[in-house]
T-cell receptor, first 115, second 111 residues
Framework: EPEVTQTPSHQVTQMGQEVILRCVPISNHLYFYWYRQILGQKVEFLVSFYNNEISEKSEIFDDQFSVERPDGSNFTLKIRSTKLEDSAMYFC?????????????FGPGTRLTVL | GQQVMQIPQYQHVQEGEDFTTYCNSSTTLSNIQWYKQRPGGHPVFLIQLVKSGEVKKQKRLTFQFGEAKKNSSLHITATQTTDVGTYFCAGPTEYGNKLVFGAGTILRVKS
């Protein structure tokens, strides 16, 4: 069964450094998402992406965050200058089409630790 | 904005006991989705309910969607140690299909 993949599984970085989290969505999916989950808390929406542009973003997704689909397969989340509070699990998700009855498939996540 | 509340936050049961988690949305939902997250894992899709009053079963799991499409429940009959994890409900927003998650219910099963 097709699945969403994410790399790296764990990233440790110093505060102020830039990180790039990578995702490979399911190949025939057209809509992509980033969510994050701070340890012990619920999953929170960050941003959605379609047709090479951001569809929607949350308050969390400030100027330090950016997303990109540099080629036909990868979908990346960049944090320019990490803060301690960025430490969380970051999940990528994809869905085949934009419709509220379609299932979002989540990747295994990247655990980001900011020291 | 849309909020999804979930209770209880935590439940510790003896193996063989039943378990129920409840989910309430501040707005009417087009559908509700349930996910299970094992400790250290990622959310795994369990089921989606679309119709008002819908009830679906997956082996020992029973999912219900309220008549008003604002609440839902997940009931596990005769829990097993493999059921441990956090169960999240999530609903799509009206104008997009980003998911708004409940806070989750952590289930621990004592054997």
């Amino acid at each position: 069964e097709p699945e969403v993949t994410q790399t790296p599984s764990h990233q440790v970085t110093q505060m102020g450094q830039e990180v790039i989290l990578r995702c490979v969505p399911i190949s025939n999916h057209l809509y992509f998402y980033w969510y994050r989950q701070i340890l012990g808390q619920k999953v929170e929406f960050l941003v959605s992406f379609y047709n090479n542009e951001i569809s929607e973003k949350s308050e969390i997704f400030d100027d330090q965050f950016s997303v990109e689909r540099p080629d036909g397969s990868n979908f990346t989340l960049k944090i320019r200058s990490t803060k301690l509070e960025d430490s969380a699990m970051y999940f990528c998700a994809s869905v085949r089409r934009r419709g509220s009855t379609d299932t979002q498939y989540f990747g295994p996540g990247t655990r980001l630790t900011v020291l | 904005g849309q909020q999804v509340m979930q209770i209880p936050q935590y439940q510790h049961v003896q193996e063989g006991e039943d378990f129920t988690t409840y989910c309430n949305s501040s707005t009417t939902l087009s559908n509700i989705q349930w996910y299970k997250q094992r400790p250290g894992g990622h959310p795994v899709f369990l089921i989606q309910l679309v119709k008002s009053g819908e009830v679906k079963k997956q082996k020992r799991l029973t999912f219900q969607f309220g008549e008003a499409k604002k609440n839902s429940s997940l009931h596990i009959t005769a829990t097993q140690t493999t059921d441990v994890g956090t169960y999240f409900c999530a609903g799509p927003t009206e104008y997009g299909n980003k998911l708004v998650f409940g806070a989750g219910t952590i289930l621990r099963v004592k054997s």
